[in-house]
């Protein structure tokens, strides 16, 4: 897959991820509206909340209704859940499979709106991926912190520990794609050599809560 290809094949899943984040939202709206049915209220109040539930519902089918052909026909309209936060312990874990000595450190961050701990998680993971073919068994530093509105992860490789490691680099497409979607939420990626590894880099703005 070439580098134009990547960014289209990034697009659509940020398209998919798009859809899943809002229409969990317009669904916990419609859920709210609709519990209010049976508390006593003003009329005008009655037919506000009237109005969202069915505009949020509305909402929601359209929404469906226009992504479905950005699923994948295999997936059978199923798919995991978002990748948050709170699953960066078991990407990096994952890693040691690799040979990956890895070191996670994560500030406090406040509120993290869904789409940026997305992107925040693939970059964990494309920037391991880089790490282990670039690099081999080496030590990863990942580190994610906030910087005032940016929300920035950086993963750092010593670079090979040994002098005879033969890289088995891949076309370098997948950061192509995640430059797309750290993109697509008005962020930045740097890739970098730092002494003899590398450095993935990712700020991404988030206005904390």
């Not at 070439?2 to 094949?9: F, K, P, Y």
């Not at 969202?52 to 059978?76: C, F, K, N, Y």
């Not at 699953?87 to 890693?95: M, Q």
Request: proline letters at 5%.
């Amino acid at each position: 897959m070439g580098g134009l290809e990547a960014v289209l094949a990034e697009r659509l899943r940020i398209a998919r991820d798009l859809h899943d984040i809002v229409s969990h939202g317009l669904g916990l709206i419609t859920v709210r509206a609709a519990a209010t049915r049976h508390l006593p209220k003003p009329g005008e109040v009655a037919a506000a909340l009237t109005d969202i539930e069915d505009a949020s519902r509305h909402a929601t089918a359209e929404l469906r209704r226009m992504l479905t052909v950005l699923r994948e026909p295999a997936a059978g309209g199923l798919r995991a859940p978002l990748d948050g936060i709170d699953d960066l312990p078991r990407i990096v874990d994952g890693a040691a499979v690799a040979g990956l000595r890895t070191r996670l450190t994560v500030d406090p961050l406040g509120e993290v709106s869904q789409g940026v701990q997305v992107a925040v998680c693939k970059t964990v993971r494309e920037a391991l991926s880089n790490a282990a073919r670039y690099a081999g068994p080496t030590d990863v530093r990942v580190r994610v912190h906030r910087d005032g509105r940016y929300v920035v992860v950086a993963v750092t490789d010593a670079g090979p520990a040994d002098d005879g490691w033969r890289a088995s680099p891949g076309a370098g497409h997948g950061l192509d794609g995640l430059r797309e979607r750290v993109g697509s939420l008005d962020g930045t990626l740097t890739a970098e050599r730092v002494d003899a590894g590398f450095r993935v880099t990712a700020r991404i703005p988030d206005e904390p809560a």
